[in-house]
């Protein structure tokens, strides 16, 4: 090997990098507290559907990332089912510059685990005896533009609120 072609094998081991090292199903529940009297209920279920977003570093460069889902569907006040949904994956980012960490972490790696999410939770519905609900697409870089804004909002209100006592 030459000394020209050592020197850009060396030169990209420092290059980025966004390896997905597993996707895995780390918990998922159902529960249906009023069955079997649910399926004799008529009407148009309300469902509510809650999505969030959990991180956090496993050893140097790996991270485990996971989103959750959380969906209860009601027929006027009956419960109809609840589900509680896990999906992670641990994802190696080596060489990422400290400012596009948490980007990588909030929106690629979400990108990546939220279709097996999907497929999950209307796989799981369907074998309760319902129809899939099948989840929306997600645009996790508008959720996360959105929370650093709210934090952003939140720490203003911290700076510019409170009691102010006299000397």
């Not at 094998?9 to 249906?32: C, G, H, M, W």
């Not at 596009?100 to 309760?128: H, K, S, T």
């Not at 996790?140 to 804004?149: M, V």
């Amino acid at each position: 090997m030459s000394e020209e072609n050592i020197e850009v094998a060396s030169e990209n081991t420092n290059a980025p990098s966004f390896q997905i090292q597993r996707v895995y199903l780390k918990d998922i529940s159902l529960e249906q507290p009023n069955a079997p009297q649910v399926f004799l209920v008529q009407g148009e279920p309300n469902v509510q559907i809650q999505i969030d977003i959990q991180f956090g570093q496993l050893q140097d460069g790996v991270y485990e990332v996971i989103v959750l889902g959380n969906i209860t569907t009601r027929v006027e006040d009956k419960v109809l089912f609840l589900i509680e949904a896990q999906q992670a994956g641990i994802f190696e980012l080596k060489n990422i510059p400290a400012e596009q960490l948490e980007p990588m972490l909030a929106i690629a790696c979400p990108n990546v685990l939220y279709p097996y999410l999907r497929a999950n939770i209307a796989d799981l519905i369907g074998r309760g005896g319902f129809q899939p609900i099948h989840l929306a697409e997600i645009n996790f870089h508008q959720l996360y533009e959105q929370r650093l804004n709210e934090v952003a909002t939140a720490s203003n209100a911290d700076q510019t609120s409170g009691i102010i006592l006299p000397n």
